[in-house]
Structures are given as C-alpha cells and as structure tokens.
C-alpha cells in the first residue's frame, strides 16, 4: 500500500505564501501521476494541480488564481512533490489533500482533475487564510 505524507499546511494571512509537501514512499520506480485537490465543507472534492513524474509536465485547475498564484512542481531525489501557493486569498480555504496514481500507459489530459482517476490518497491538511 502506497503511504503518502503531507505536511505545510496551516493558519496565514492573506497575501502570504505557503508551501505543501506531499511525499509518497514506494513509487520511485513506476512512471505516475501526483495531483493536488482541496475541498471545503458541503462541496466536491476540486481539483488543483497534477504533475507527471515521468515527463514533467504540469497540469492546473482552469482557475486564474490558481494558475497565477499556484506552481506544482516535484523533487525526485526526495520523491516529493510540492504544491508553492502564493498571494493567498481566503477563497483558498480547504483542506488540501495529494493524491497519486500509477501511469504507465498514459493518462488521458481529460481524466487528470477526476478524483477517480487516482488510487492513492493522503489524509490531508487544512489551509487556512484569514482575511
């Protein structure tokens, strides 16, 4: 079973910045795909950011503020993924959690902001931006 660790969550002002770690202990040799999601209380699970390992490439939420102020990005060495959030605003509010799945044959661009696509999850950590 895939373990994934979070952490960087916490109470900020708006206008500061914040960085999430997700890091997962037994990919290091699949090709896979770690996203971002946050939800707030009554409401689905969104879907923020996604990095495939293997290539590089970013994928982002078709929000303005998410891709001006939010960078996914992800360490190899530390098999670790980042989530940099910048210019917090309170709408930001949720807990965020990672989520990871293997993709060795592809993930259609499509399916990357579905929460079924992936199979593994972390407890989450709340975020928290006051006004």
């Known amino acids: 079973q895939v373990q994934l660790g979070e952490s960087g969550g916490g109470l900020v002002q708006a206008g500061d910045s914040l960085r999430l770690s997700c890091t997962n202990d037994?990919?290091?040799?699949?090709?896979?795909?770690m996203a971002w999601f946050r939800q707030t209380p009554g409401k689905e699970r969104e879907f923020v950011a996604a990095i495939n390992w293997s290539t590089g490439r970013t994928y982002y939420a078709d929000s303005d503020s998410v891709k001006t102020r939010f960078t996914i990005s992800g360490d190899n060495a530390k098999n670790t993924a980042y989530l940099h959030m910048n210019g917090l605003k309170s709408e930001a509010t949720a807990v965020y959690y990672c989520a990871a799945t293997i993709s060795t044959y592809g993930i259609p661009a499509g399916a990357v902001g579905s929460p079924s696509t992936y199979s593994y999850w972390g407890q989450g950590t709340q975020v928290t931006v006051s006004a």
């Open positions: 037994r990919l290091t040799f699949h090709s896979y795909l």
